[in-house]
């Protein structure tokens, strides 16, 4: 059974501060790994990617990937109340699962206060 | 809008009724996947989907669940003889492929709020 783990939150960080989001997967063959942003009530939203160990920055978003420790996570700097949101881990995996399929953890709630 | 689209947003059917959700994949994405998300739970898989070919139903249940990518037209997951335990939010995911495994982002619907009353 692959597994995502994620902690459930709430998260609360002060506005323009680091949010730092953790997320540890089973499947050690897994290939490629994601980070969703769901509003509640709305569909879940890309907006990182990674494919290999080390960090990959874009805007005030930064993943990072330790592969040989099994961990992605996700920083937001300077936080802002309209990154409240719950952030879901997902993870793609072996290379000869023809599914192609994510599995996700249960996503980390975040509260960002002004 | 080129996103993946998804209808109805809302549908409400009694018990013992089907339900019909279709999905248009994100322009040029030929690879359809269909999650569903029940009340306080996470997202999980159900179904990837190719033009004319099931790839993958692992997370299917195996009654009363079907889903199609015909040819022509939008990827239909269907549900027959509905429970109340079906109520959730059903999203459908598009994915371009590409044999390196790069390009394979999925990009989410609004998804379907499914109510059975």
């Known amino acids: 059974q692959k597994e995502v783990e994620q902690n459930s939150g709430p998260l609360s960080v002060p506005e323009g501060a680091i949010a730092s989001l953790n997320c540890t997967y089973s499947?050690?063959?897994?290939?490629?790994f994601f980070w969703y942003r769901q509003y509640s009530g709305k569909s879940p939203e890309l907006i990182m990617f990674?494919?290999?160990?080390g960090d990959k920055e874009d805007g005030r978003f930064t993943a990072q990937l330790n592969k040989a420790s099994q961990y992605v996570s996700l920083l937001i700097r300077d936080s802002q109340p309209s990154d409240s949101a719950t952030y879901l881990c997902?993870?793609?995996?072996?290379?000869?699962?023809?599914?192609?399929?994510?599995?996700f953890g249960g996503g980390t709630r975040l509260m960002v206060k002004p | 809008n080129a996103g993946v689209m998804q209808n109805p947003r809302h549908l409400v059917r009694r018990r013992g009724q089907e339900a019909r959700l279709r999905c248009s994949p994100m322009?040029?994405?030929?690879?359809v996947y269909w999650y569903r998300q029940l009340p306080e739970e996470g997202l999980k898989f159900m179904v990837y989907?190719?033009?004319?070919?099931?790839?993958?139903e692992s997370g299917m249940p195996k009654e009363r669940f079907s889903a199609e990518f015909p040819k022509e037209g939008p990827s239909i997951l269907r549900i027959q003889q509905v429970v109340r335990g079906d109520s959730a939010a059903y999203f459908c995911?598009?994915?371009?492929?590409?044999?390196?495994?790069?390009?394979?982002?999925?990009?989410f619907g609004p998804g379907t709020r499914l109510t059975v009353t």
């Open positions: 989907l190719q033009k004319e070919n099931i790839i993958d």
């Open positions: 997902a993870v793609r995996g072996t290379e000869n699962n023809a599914g192609n399929m994510l599995t």
């Open positions: 322009k040029g994405h030929s690879h």
């Open positions: 995911a598009s994915s371009l492929y590409r044999r390196d495994g790069r390009g394979e982002e999925q990009y």
């Open positions: 990674i494919y290999s160990n």
């Open positions: 499947d050690r063959g897994s290939q490629s």
